[in-house]
């Protein structure tokens, strides 16, 4: 019981950073827009890479290197680029909030919920590496409690987060305070946009 306790608090205190991945569950929670959808996706994922780290580390400590981050962030940056500047198109024609609810489909989010969970090498690290190299010393069924744990954590996190969002989004149906929250997000994008692109020219 103790393993699933260190993970729960393990995996809470890794994902409670503020991310890319968690402004778009933010994001599509005050939208009101398939919210059980991406905070499924998210937590899955999160279970997934968790499990992988935990009983096959030491394949990814192997084969593990630099140029494999390098590229995962090259991705990541491209990613963003176009999401800010989706997020800038939108905010300079100012169009009808409920309209631009309507033209995304369910396929579409999905495939942005991936874009946020699988191209982003910080995910990687915590839950792959950080997680599967701090449980690697302990016993087969401690790993798969400590991973039940983390992954716990995870799924509350999210749709917590998800759901929370989404209750406030009635505070957010006005055409001036998702312009607040679209500049916000663009602003906070780009801020990590450019610390993902220092960061890689680091390990250049």
């Known amino acids: 019981m103790e393993f699933l306790i260190l993970g729960f608090f393990m995996g809470l205190s890794l994902i409670l950073a503020i991310g890319a991945q968690n402004i778009f569950v933010i994001e599509q929670g005050l939208k009101n827009q398939y919210v059980f959808l991406v905070c499924l996706v998210c937590s899955l994922s999160d279970l997934l890479l968790i499990f992988l780290g935990i009983i096959l580390f030491h394949y990814f400590q192997k084969y593990f290197n630099t140029p494999i981050e390098i590229l995962l962030n090259v991705l990541l940056i491209i990613f963003l680029i176009f999401f800010i500047y989706s997020k800038i198109k939108v905010y300079k024609k100012s169009t009808n909030f409920d309209n631009d609810l309507k033209e995304t489909t369910r396929f579409k989010i999905f495939l942005k919920t991936l874009g946020f969970t699988y191209l982003n090498a910080h995910v990687y690290s915590d839950t792959v590496f950080f997680l599967g190299n701090f449980s ?3 016993l087969l069924d401690e790993k798969i409690y400590f991973g039940i744990g983390a992954s716990t954590a995870s799924f509350i996190f999210f749709f917590f987060l998800g759901y929370l969002s989404n209750y406030l989004s009635k505070y957010a149906q006005k055409r001036d305070t998702w312009g607040s929250i679209n500049l ?7 801020l990590l946009t450019i610390y993902i692109i220092k960061e890689t020219l680091y390990l250049l």
């Open 184 to 190: 916000f997000i663009i602003s906070f994008m780009s």
């Open 136 to 138: 690697k010393n302990f």
